[in-house]
């Protein structure tokens, strides 16, 4: 189309525009704007909305898009095995602590008890074995003499030529069976046992006037016996 052309479509354009008998235009220039505006609208939503589906994925959470009034669109995403809360820890009692605790300890062996030879084992070699332990100087010590007498057979006693620094004498330890009792000698200590007995730790000097063995230990050897007797 030439020049001279789109020159005389600009005139007839003029003049239809300028016809008083001609019908009012259906649309100007706002209503153009604003559909131009929803138009754009909408294609940033849908772009969003596909953003935000991509971009979530994985996820377990609802994501609220905005859309036409009185309209919500909801995207939900699944959650994956990674980004799952993890589970609170089963609470525990302070008794199921204490028995682990109590585990981790080694417990003791079932008590000594009362002897079962028909007379009193007076060097009972259990006996002498856990006075071995609390008392590991009298460890090589050798026996001391005991009497023939036939004690009942529910005692156990243990007694060792015992020696501390210059100090030497008897060392003697007595296990009584339940029901049973004796006077201490002089100097003696005892402590009830594990199995409802008694035990009788003493020393003596083997000079007179001299100080006996252990003497400041006796206590304590006691205290380490009772609960394995």
């Known amino acids: ?134 008392l590991p100087e009298v460890a090589g010590a050798p026996e001391a003499a005991t009497t023939m007498e036939c004690r009942p057979g529910g005692e156990r006693g243990v007694a060792v030529e015992a020696s501390e620094g210059g100090a030497t004498g008897l060392l003697s330890v007595r296990y009584l069976p339940p029901g049973v009792e004796a006077a201490l000698p002089p100097g003696a200590v005892s402590e009830p046992t594990a199995s409802g007995g008694t035990v009788i730790v003493s020393s003596s000097s083997s000079e007179v006037g001299a100080p006996a063995p252990f003497a400041g230990r006796l206590a304590s050897v006691a205290e380490y016996l009772a609960p394995r007797l």
């Open 1 to 134: 189309m030439s020049d001279i052309d789109d020159q005389e479509l600009g005139a007839l354009f003029r003049a239809a525009a300028s016809d008083s008998g001609a019908p009012p235009p259906a649309f100007d220039h706002d209503s153009v704007l604003r559909a131009s505006r929803r138009a754009t609208t909408r294609r940033l939503l849908m772009a969003g909305g596909a953003v935000a589906v991509f971009a979530l994925a994985g996820v377990g959470v609802a994501v609220a898009l905005p859309g036409s009034p009185g309209n919500d669109t909801t995207v939900a995403a699944p959650m994956s095995a990674g980004d799952r809360a993890p589970r609170p820890a089963a609470p525990q009692d302070s008794a199921g602590a204490a028995g682990r605790a109590a585990e981790g300890a080694s417990p003791l062996s079932p008590p000594l008890g009362p002897g079962n030879t028909e007379c009193a084992d007076r060097q009972d070699p259990a006996v002498r074995a856990l006075v071995d332990q609390v």
